[in-house]
T-cell receptor, first 112, second 114 residues
Framework: GENVEQHPSTLSVQEGDSAVIKCTYS??????FPWYKQELGKRPQLIID?????GEKKDQRIAVTLNKTAKHFSLHITETQPEDSAVYFC???????????FGTGTRLKVLA | DAGVTQSPTHLIKTRGQQVTLRCSPK?????VSWYQQALGQGPQFIFQ???????QRGNFPDRFSGHQFPNYSSELNVNALLLGDSALYLC?????????????FGPGTRLTVL
């Protein structure tokens, strides 16, 4: 099925705190999980991705974890900064195809 | 090296009209995907082109059609426009078909249907 649930829809954190966004997918055939950041009025940009043969991937303050058994993957941002404020989308290729299904987005606000 | 470009930036049409949106992929990319992003929503996959053929299609009616040219650029055509077609239309390019390579998005075309 083509379904990606993303939570929370909005998230406010104090600068320096951590933020976690979670997505749940339905098709066990999915094997690639990218995360995109979209600033207001701008295009989505890939910030990190993970493939199903690994459980965690980290890039400086950003990490993604994957739990294939539970069918969910999460974005972790540590030491948040005001410039992290944006809408974040998870995505997955539906049913192992190459049609990307996006989550509904999480609006992250980092309060200075 | 230019990234993904799209034209026009904004477009206003009336119901029933037809529209054509254009996309030039990032240099070296051969695959183009189109997405519709309604306000406050995530992008919705419309279709993907590779080697001038539609390879994947999302849940969009056949009023939505496309084309890819030999230079890999692409067009999205929407016929018989409805109010609900108002959205940001994003094009994304990537390298290769049936691979999970990074997609690079264009700035989008904002379509308003009155």
């Amino acid at each position: 099925g083509e379904n990606v649930e993303q939570h929370p829809s909005t998230l406010s954190v104090q600068e320096g705190d951590s933020a976690v966004i979670k997505c749940t997918y339905s098709d066990s055939a999915s094997n690639y999980f990218p995360w995109y950041k979209q600033e207001l009025g701008k295009r989505p940009q890939l910030i990190i991705d993970i493939r199903s043969n690994v459980g965690e991937k980290k890039d400086q303050r950003i990490a993604v974890t994957l739990n294939k058994t539970a069918k969910h993957f999460s974005l972790h941002i540590t030491e948040t900064q005001p410039e992290d404020s944006a809408v974040y989308f998870c995505a997955e290729p539906s049913g192992g195809t190459y049609k990307y299904i996006f989550g509904t987005g999480t609006r992250l606000k980092v309060l200075a | 090296d230019a990234g993904v470009t799209q034209s026009p930036t904004h477009l206003i049409k009336t119901r029933g009209q037809q529209v054509t949106l254009r996309c030039s992929p990032k240099s070296g990319h051969d695959t183009v995907s189109w997405y519709q992003q309604a306000l406050g929503q995530g992008p919705q996959f419309i279709f993907q082109y590779y080697e001038e053929e539609e390879r994947q299609r999302g849940n969009f009616p056949d009023r939505f059609s496309g084309h890819q040219f030999p230079n890999y650029s692409s067009e999205l055509n929407v016929n018989a426009l409805l109010l609900g077609d108002s959205a940001l239309y994003l094009c994304a390019s990537s390298l290769g078909y049936r691979t999970y390579n990074e997609q690079f998005f264009g700035p989008g075309t904002r379509l308003t249907v009155l």
